[in-house]
């Protein structure tokens, strides 16, 4: 692969891969011992828990305290290589961690996991992380008594995805709720898992589980497969049986449920005040169902639950949650990891020294993401040196970690190869069943006088305007052209005008006079509200007596704004796959299928519903 970075003739790659004789010697026959996991394990080991339990235990006794530790932490990093990062990359480590790389990240504190994110520049293309994930791997195990790293991220699909084109992108929870198909929720999670685990990452933080029951939910909102706990319940399942039949540890998040606050935990506590009998009948529906696919992980949520625990502490940081409810009530025994302690949520109440101590102390296995290593892990170390913490304590949480990690067969096989990357990721196979699963996911709310499909005969010429949110990682954007570009190759004579989230009254002007030119309009909305200029702008499109569609790109509620157009679909995310999706409908080449999963109130009068659950029109 050639070097694309700027300014550097440094190579973007970790050439320095140790051979497999190498990688053996380096676990000090750790590996031949723990040789477990193969490839494609499948979800059939029920009836043999912890097989490798007495060996494991043998490694952990083996283990500093130090090195239990750090096997505690999942850590961001910057750059895209291991030993050899560009110079900013250097300079935002040594800012922000203390050292200059990941391999030096790995030598100082000896993590047991690294987080991949797109800002963090550890996401250019698939090759390229192939090797920073061999370049980690080969890093941790020439450490004395080297162990393997657990390599995650957050590839939700969606708007939410850190690894994007030429990775097959595909559409997000909420267009899946919409679609209802579990079969399509557990295609999702093996073709996502599969080219995850062919790039190095072996945890991914999906699928959300959380029941999205607030339309201001301004964290969650199409993040989760929709308001219905039972059909979440059953896409989570199926999402987690996709993912965990790769070799890929599934994420069921935000424990003990996220989707009924109108706070976003990244700049705020929230509070959940549903009462327990509430939270047994919505939010602990699609967990319990996550156990029962025998979910690899589980993440915490940085939220108050006063009628699971009013002590006034996160979940993250609460025992009677994570002890209590998770582990002894739900009977859960796999890995519980928090969301990122760098969050306001959880740095509220406790300093961050304090934070991961009692997150550990609540029943938490990992801790990701601290706003800084160094304090967390002298924080943990010290807490254990004086008793606050006992080591047992701690080797409860590092067995389930090493558990981990051999059943995904990290001790065997911890490195990837480029010819797995080129076989497996973004194939032509895997983008065309993206499409298809899109396609069935599209909903119609609105088409009067069924202005729906438009026909190249009588509407050939349609003028593209609306909101170009910056566009989800990897995909091409913006929206206004996706979606020009696909109506285009229908046979459509399109152009593209984006007129944004706010538009002037300039651009509103300039948009009614480009109209005047076509013979349909097509406008995106995101997040419409009754003072939105966005609603001036659909109005006075409406206005010239041109047919107006509306495409709602990120939440369907906006139909509730937007009486006045004769066709709205929603689209659940403004990712190219779902655009392409809506543009054929649009074009009548494709049925529109998807039902609405969450209800959507009257904008007037949010007491009565709209559009229910499960509604949706055809052709």
Excluded at 30 to 54: F, I, M, N, Q, R
Excluded at 262 to 271: E, L
Excluded at 295 to 324: F, K, N, R
Excluded at 541 to 552: D, E, M, N, R, Y
């Amino acid at each position: 692969m050639p070097d694309t970075s700027t300014g550097s003739t440094r190579s973007t790659r970790n050439t320095a891969r140790p051979s497999r004789r190498t990688v053996l010697a380096a676990t000090a026959g750790v590996t031949a011992s723990l040789s477990v996991g193969t490839p494609g394990y499948a979800a059939d080991h029920d009836d043999e828990k912890h097989p490798d339990d007495k060996k494991l235990h043998a490694l952990l006794s083996r283990m500093t305290l130090e090195e239990k530790v750090g096997q505690l932490f999942v850590m961001r990093v910057y750059g895209h290589s291991a030993t050899a990062p560009d110079q900013a990359d250097i300079d935002a480590n040594l800012n922000e961690i203390g050292v200059r790389t990941a391999a030096d990240l790995i030598a100082k504190y000896r993590v047991g996991g690294i987080i991949y994110f797109t800002w963090a520049h550890n996401t250019r293309d698939p090759q390229q992380i192939a090797d920073l994930s061999n370049g980690i791997q080969a890093a941790s195990l020439e450490q004395p008594r080297g162990l393997p790293v657990l390599i995650s991220t957050d590839q939700e699909h969606g708007i939410v995805c850190r690894v994007g084109k030429p990775a097959t992108l595909l559409p997000g929870a909420m267009a899946v709720g919409a679609g209802g198909s579990r079969a399509d929720a557990h295609t999702l999670g093996r073709i996502s898992g599969a080219e995850l685990r062919a790039i190095g990452i072996r945890q991914d933080y999906s699928p959300v589980a959380d029941v999205n029951v607030n339309p201001a939910n301004p964290v969650i909102g199409v993040r989760s497969f929709g308001a219905d706990p039972d059909a979440v319940a059953g896409l989570v399942a199926a999402e987690v049986k996709g993912y965990q039949e790769t070799g890929v540890a599934a994420t069921a998040k935000h424990f003990p449920g996220h989707g009924d606050t109108a706070v976003d935990s990244h700049f705020g506590f929230p509070v959940i005040t549903h009462s327990r009998e509430l939270w047994e009948e919505l939010d602990a529906v699609p967990f319990r169902a996550a156990i029962r696919a025998d979910i690899d992980s589980i993440m915490t949520a940085h939220i108050m639950v006063p009628a699971l625990d009013d002590s006034g502490d996160p979940a993250t940081l609460s025992h009677p949650i994570l002890t209590g409810i998770l582990r002894e009530e739900l009977g859960y025994d796999g890995v519980v990891v928090t969301d990122s302690l760098g969050m306001e949520g959880v740095r509220t109440k406790y300093g961050d020294d304090r934070v991961p101590v009692l997150a550990l102390k609540a029943g938490v296995d990992q801790l990701l993401n601290p706003p800084s290593i160094d304090v967390a892990w002298n924080a943990v170390l010290n807490a254990v040196r004086d008793g606050e913490l006992t080591e047992a304590r701690l080797d409860e949480s590092v067995l389930r970690v090493l558990r981990l990690k051999a059943k995904l067969g990290l001790f065997e096989k911890p490195h990837v190869s480029r010819a797995g990357v080129d076989r497996t990721v973004g194939t032509a196979e895997h983008l065309a069943t993206a499409d298809r699963i899109a396609e069935r996911t599209t909903t119609l709310l609105v088409n009067e006088g069924r202005v729906l499909p438009l026909s190249r005969r009588t509407h050939g010429r349609v003028l593209v305007v609306g909101a170009d949110p910056a566009s989800p990682s990897g995909t091409t954007g913006p929206p206004t052209g996706v979606l020009a570009a696909a109506l285009a190759e229908l046979g459509f004579s399109a152009k593209a005008l984006s007129t944004g989230t706010a538009p002037s009254a300039a651009v509103i002007a300039q948009a009614v006079a480009a109209a005047a030119d076509a013979d349909a309009v097509v406008v995106g909305t995101y997040n419409v509200t009754a003072t939105s200029s966005q609603k001036t702008l659909v109005e006075q499109l409406v206005a010239t007596g041109k047919p107006v569609v509306a495409v709602a790109v990120r939440n369907p509620y906006d139909v509730a704004q937007l009486s006045s157009v004769q066709a709205c679909l929603a689209a659940y995310s403004w990712t190219d796959v779902e655009l392409r999706a809506a543009a054929r409908v649009i074009a009548g080449r494709v049925v529109p299928h998807g039902k609405l999963p969450v209800p959507v109130q009257r904008a007037d009068d949010p007491a009565q519903v709209l559009y229910p659950v499960g509604y949706g029109l055809t052709y």
